[in-house]
């Protein structure tokens, strides 16, 4: 089982970092994504890394203000958010794949967290 943690309320061009741990299970067998979904929309890709940490993918929306990062001996998944706008407010989830590639695609993903709500206020 995976758990998100972190999230908060910030105002407009602050920052937060979310983690994401796991239960029963090892992250550094998977690669780790990050996705959020807003009220009344659609769950969309945020950020994804590999298994060893690198080949980062970023949405365009947070590309230059987002870093994924993880920390495998801690086996722990980590979002940086720095320039949050409110249109970052969303909750936001962290998901494990079995892929062998970084994903940004929702299917390629096999286990899900409960997600962590951030509230970006203008």
């Known amino acids: 089982q995976l758990q998100a943690s972190g999230g908060g309320l910030v105002q407009a061009g602050g920052s937060l970092r979310l983690s994401c741990t796991a239960t029963g299970r090892t992250l550094t067998s998977y690669v780790m994504g990050w996705f959020r979904q807003a009220p009344g929309k659609e769950r969309e890709f945020v950020a994804a890394?590999?298994?060893?940490?690198?080949?980062?993918l970023y949405a365009g929306s947070v590309k230059g203000r987002f870093a994924i990062s993880r920390d495998n001996a801690k086996d722990t998944l980590y979002l940086q958010m720095n320039s949050l706008e409110p249109e970052d407010t969303a909750v936001y989830s962290c998901?494990?794949?079995?892929?062998?590639?970084?994903?940004?695609?929702?299917?390629?993903?096999?286990?899900w967290g409960q997600g962590t709500q951030v509230t970006v206020s203008s």
């Open positions: 998901a494990a794949s079995r892929r062998t590639y970084t994903t940004n695609y929702a299917s390629t993903y096999d286990y």
């Open positions: 890394v590999s298994r060893s940490g690198g080949s980062p």
